[in-house]
């Protein structure tokens, strides 16, 4: 059983940058992909970024720009480095880890991580 760790949320300024690191328990089998979405109340499970175990990335819409996500394998940690925060920012941040056996997809989510931005 995989399990997500998240850690670096708290309260930050507007204009400001925040990071978030998942940490996993166990290393991924490949493939892999390790992503975090966020979601703010009353609106909708959003993806934030993407990273798979080929190095390929994906971004959301609303973070493109000014999000940049990265991971190392060897510590088994994923990061987040968000910057220029708006308020549209602020939410609970969730890591998700999915990896692929047999043709079927496992999904692994960590417990999230509050952010608050103060404009």
């Known amino acids: 059983q995989v399990q997500l760790v998240e850690s670096g949320g708290g309260l930050v300024q507007a204009g400001g940058s925040l990071r978030l690191t998942c940490t996993t328990s166990v290393s991924l089998t490949n493939p892999n992909a390790m992503s975090w979405y966020r979601q703010a109340p009353g609106k909708q499970h959003e993806l934030v970024a993407t990273?798979?175990?080929?190095?390929?990335?994906k971004y959301g819409d609303s973070v493109k720009g000014r999000c940049t996500i990265s991971r190392d394998n060897a510590r088994n940690t994923m990061t987040l480095q968000l910057d220029s925060l708006k308020p549209e920012d602020a939410g609970t941040y969730y890591c998700?880890?999915?990896?692929?056996?047999?043709?079927?997809?496992?999904?692994?989510w960590g417990q999230g991580t509050q952010v608050t931005v103060s404009s």
């Open positions: 998700n880890a999915t990896t692929v056996s047999g043709l079927i997809p496992y999904d692994y």
């Open positions: 990273i798979l175990s080929s190095g390929r990335i």
